[in-house]
T-cell receptor, first 110, second 118 residues
Framework: DAKTTQPNSMESNEEEPVHLPCNHS???????IHWYRQLPSQGPEYVIH?????VNNRMASLAIAEDRKSSTLILHRATLRDAAVYYC???????????WGLGTSLAVNP | GAVVSQHPSWVICKSGTSVKIECRSL??????MFWYRQFPKQSLMLMAT?????????EQGVEKDKFLINHASLTLSTLTVTSAHPEDSSFYIC??????????????FGNGTRLTVT
């Protein structure tokens, strides 16, 4: 299973944009890139996912490198409620499993 | 939409007793549900995958006789921790994939169950 690499922690100020990087150099052609986040003592929450093209939704944007070996989750204006652990995961539909790393713990300063 | 309800949110039990955790998809049908375990400051570890009407598939190292999974309907899966011991204390999380979703569709998660075995 292809793995992802994320910084352990990042810090941001409220109302500023946040760029959360993820490296996945061994990604295969059928792997989708999924992002989830987990608030303390809660289950993960889906954020966004994509395959090749950049994606936008009401929560965030996902920028995928042309070679697909890295991606960046973009929170356009961080709020205190965005403080969470963000997981970048490769989802290979054929094995149906999500392989979870340790994610990036995002702190948002008021 | 796509709400997964997990119950109870926390439970304390004595060593040797069994605990049942329920996972319900409230507004969609889920053919596949996943059960995870998460220890403090660690990531989620997949325990088993359950498909409605069939036996669960357990990950390596997870005892199927200890962690009983039943997925009797398209909206309900249960995890029973039998003869619980203190080392089973953990945060248990379920997730579900929509019946109409593709294999790459996002998963929807419950809010987890904090199990403490004394």
């Amino acid at each position: 299973d292809a793995k992802t690499t994320q910084p352990n922690s990042m810090e941001s100020n409220e109302e500023e944009p946040v760029h959360l990087p993820c490296n996945h150099s061994t990604i295969s052609g059928t792997d989708y890139i999924h992002w989830y986040r987990q608030l303390p003592s809660q289950g993960p929450e889906y954020v966004i996912h994509g395959l090749t093209s950049n994606v936008n939704n009401r929560m965030a944007s996902l920028a995928i490198a042309e070679d697909r070996k890295s991606s960046t989750l973009i929170l356009h204006r961080a709020t205190l409620r965005d403080a969470a652990v963000y997981y970048c995961i490769l989802y290979a539909g054929n094995n149906r499993k999500l392989i979870w790393g340790l994610g990036t713990s995002l702190a948002v300063n008021p | 939409g796509a709400v997964v309800s997990q119950h109870p949110s926390w439970v304390i039990c004595k060593s040797g007793t069994s605990v049942k955790i329920e996972c319900r998809s409230l507004d969609f049908q889920a053919t596949t549900m996943f059960w995870y375990r998460q220890f403090p400051k660690q990531s989620l570890m997949l325990m088993a995958t359950s498909n409605e009407g069939s036996k669960a598939t357990y990950e390596q190292g997870v005892e199927k006789d200890k962690f009983l999974i039943n997925h009797a309907s398209l909206t309900l899966s249960t995890l029973t921790v039998t003869s619980a011991h203190p080392e089973d204390s953990s945060f248990y999380i379920c997730s579900a994939r929509m019946r109409t979703g593709s294999l790459n569709s996002p998963l929807h998660f419950g809010n987890g169950t904090r199990l403490t075995v004394t």
